[in-house]
Structure formats: structure tokens, C-alpha cells
């Protein structure tokens, strides 16, 4: 298996005490999963789902504002990390779906429910995974973190061009290249701050993010790419029937506002939508305490919330927008 690179120490190193597990998916696929925290099965569960060219190693800083006090399950999509690549016809987002369901059950307790959080492609794994039976049953609530359901390549501005139709053109030509990023260079850093990360961002996320999309294979990078460039999942959020809350950087180029703005307005439950200023696409990295924060929300709300029977729903309160 593929080891990917991350920082050894500091905020954006993972920390210690990982159990490392693997999950079997439907058609065999071998998904490396993590877990963190305490056994114990009153402590709230998360479980973390990273997003395109990423690894269990995105989920670093979320981790380490967690774990003490929450068993928190990460894993590596499809093709990243350390789990097995896609083979002809894996490149779905029924298959990303597979994938979630088989971790919920492989790594929750029988009966246990988790807040599921979905960070960017991640996001999409949830909305792909709506309506199914282990997301229903095992998700006490989701969080969609700068994600879109669709037209991605059209509302994208990493390319300033007022044309929807050349944007997209560029935007999805850029997506699916197959060329190898190479080293982690200081030019390739300034392109990977640009595309995905605000003004704001620190020199140490920057370097601690281009080491997990460096890492990422050219060719599942780019078969990724073409699933989400003609993604469309607007028919799927309104199936996310559990308390949902959404997260987004208003200074996202990948996933600009209007996609989390249109997506609270289809959640049949939605909780809030936060709107952190200033931040680019890697929320989670950028301000790990403001997405961590809604988390706890959940997990304070619904997390340890008994299911209803009858409806298949987590009891909840009256519902609020926020930004």
C-alpha cells in the first residue's frame, strides 16, 4: 500500500494512536480506514470523508480538535492514499457511495450512529450516497463542507473569464489533465494557494496541503476529475432527510458560495449554513476550529440521539439558518 506524505509534526500532522483497519467494498475494493479517539461507546462518533487528490492526511487538524473526546473514523477514497485504485467502470459516484456505506458498517458498532462530514468531493460522496440504507440508518446528521452537487465546471473562478461557457471549457480541461504535478515546488505551491486556499492562508498549510494533492496519482487524479466534471447530484440532496449543516469559504474558487447556498435551500433539514470569511476551498485545513465547531454542534445535538422508529429520523429542534 501507498504511504502518503504528510507533516510529521506540528498542527497538520495526524496524531498518534491511530487503529488502522481495512474496509471492504461491495465489489472488493480495499479502502484504508483510521480510527481515532476513545472506545468507549458513549463518546460521540465522526466520521470524516476527505475529497478529490486528498487523504486521511487532510483531516489532520479537524482531528486533533476531536479526538480527545470523540471516536472519529477517517478513510482513503477510492484511488487515494493507500487504497486500492479504481478499476474499468470504478470511476462513479454510485461506486464513492458503495465505498461510504461499506465504512459505516465496517467500522461503527452494530447500532452506533455518526455525524458524517464531507469535505469537497467528499460532500459529493454523501449526496451520492442519499437515500441509502447505511446512510440513513448510521448518519445521525451530515455536514457538507465546500462541496457543489452540480454545474461545477461552469460556476468554478479559478479562471476569471466572464464567459460560463469558456470557464468551463478551461476549468475542465485544467481537471482532467493527466500530466504528473512533480515536486512540491514553490511555483506549485503559489498555483495551489491561488486555486483552493484564501488570501489568508499560512505558509504551512499551503505546504501541508501540496504534499497530499502532490501525492495523489496523476491517473485517478484525472479519473476523478471527469466524474465531477459532469457531476450531477441535485436530485440527491433532497434525500439527505437527517439534520444536515453546510459549510463554505466565501473566497472558494472551486466551489464558490452560490453551490453551499443552493444546497441549504434543498436540505429538507438544514441546520445552518456557515459561511467563514475569507477562506478558500480547504476549509477544514485553513480554520479546522470553525468547522470543528459545527461538528461539535451536531454531535451535541444529534449525535448520541436515540432513533426514531417510527420515522428512522434522530428527534430535533427547531431548525436555524445561519451565516
Known amino acids: ?29 480495499r479502502l484504508h480506514a483510521e480510527l481515532y479517539g476513545p472506545a468507549d461507546p458513549a463518546a460521540p462518533a465522526v466520521v470524516l470523508v476527505h475529497g478529490w487528490t486528498c487523504s486521511t492526511a487532510f ?24 487504497s486500492t485504485a479504481p478499476g474499468p467502470g470504478g470511476y462513479r459516484t454510485d461506486t464513492l457511495a458503495d465505498d461510504l456505506e461499506a465504512v459505516l458498517e465496517q467500522t461503527l458498532e452494530p447500532g452506533r450512529r455518526a455525524v458524517v462530514v464531507g469535505h469537497s468531493m467528499g460532500g459529493m460522496t454523501v449526496m451520492a ?5 447505511a446512510l440513513r440508518e ?64 499560512t505558509p504551512a498549510m499551503v505546504e501541508a496541503c501540496a504534499r497530499i494533492v502532490h501525492a495523489c496519482p496523476r491517473v485517478v487524479r484525472a479519473g476523478w476529475a471527469h466524474v465531477m466534471s459532469d457531476l450531477d447530484l441535485d436530485a440527491r440532496v433532497g434525500l439527505l432527510t437527517m439534520p444536515a449543516a453546510v459549510i463554505v469559504g466565501t473566497a472558494d474558487r472551486l466551489t464558490p458560495p452560490e453551490h453551499a447556498h443552493a444546497i441549504a435551500a434543498a436540505l429538507p433539514r438544514c441546520t445552518g449554513l456557515t459561511e467563514l470569511p475569507g477562506l478558500g ?13 459545527v461538528i461539535r454542534r451536531l454531535t451535541a445535538e444529534y449525535g448520541t440521539a436515540a432513533q426514531d422508529t417510527a420515522t428512522g429520523h434522530a428527534p430535533h429542534p427547531v431548525e436555524e439558518r445561519t451565516t
Open 281 to 293: 476551498h480547504m476549509t477544514p485545513v485553513e480554520d479546522s476550529g470553525a468547522v470543528s465547531r
Open 1 to 29: 500500500m501507498r504511504r502518503t506524505p504528510y507533516a510529521a509534526a506540528g498542527p497538520y500532522a495526524p496524531p498518534g494512536g491511530a487503529h488502522e483497519l481495512t474496509v471492504t467494498s461491495a465489489d472488493g475494493a
Open 129 to 133: 450516497a442519499a437515500g441509502r440504507p
Open 59 to 82: 483531516w489532520a487538524p479537524v482531528l486533533r480538535e476531536l479526538a480527545a473526546d470523540h471516536r472519529v473514523v477517517v478513510y482513503d477514497q477510492r484511488g487515494h492514499g493507500r
Open 138 to 201: 448510521r448518519a445521525a446528521a451530515v455536514v457538507l463542507c465546500s462541496t457543489g452537487a452540480s454545474r461545477l465546471v461552469e460556476r468554478a473562478r479559478v479562471v476569471p473569464l466572464r464567459s460560463e461557457r469558456a470557464r468551463a471549457r478551461i476549468h475542465r480541461a485544467i481537471l482532467g489533465a493527466r500530466v504528473p504535478m512533480g515536486p512540491v515546488t514553490p511555483v506549485a505551491k503559489r498555483l495551489l494557494r491561488y486555486g483552493t486556499m484564501g488570501p489568508g492562508a
